[in-house]
């Protein structure tokens, strides 16, 4: 029966994954998820001191954010 899988084969060390795929594996991804959870805790927070419903605190906060993002993106004119 012939060997399937060669000597050499065994003996060499495959290629590791690119340094992007390190960086987005090991530092963008857990710090998204993360961050997510932090957020969640947030809402969760503020849905348990406030009696609320959990939509109206997601949507209250998407609103803040989003008003954030855009009061920091618009340059401010001056007359």
Known sequence: ??????????????PGPS??????DQVVVPWLANAAGTVEAG????????????L???GLAA????LALTMARSPRRTP
Do not use: F, H, T, W
Request: net charge positive.
């Open 43 to 54: 809402i969760e927070q503020v849905v348990i001191a406030s009696r609320r419903n959990p």
């Open 19 to 24: 340094r992007p795929k390190l960086v987005l």
């Open 63 to 66: 609103a803040g954010i989003g």
């Open 1 to 14: 029966m012939p060997m399937l899988v060669e000597r050499d084969y065994m003996l060499k060390k495959p």
């Open 56 to 58: 109206l605190a997601i």
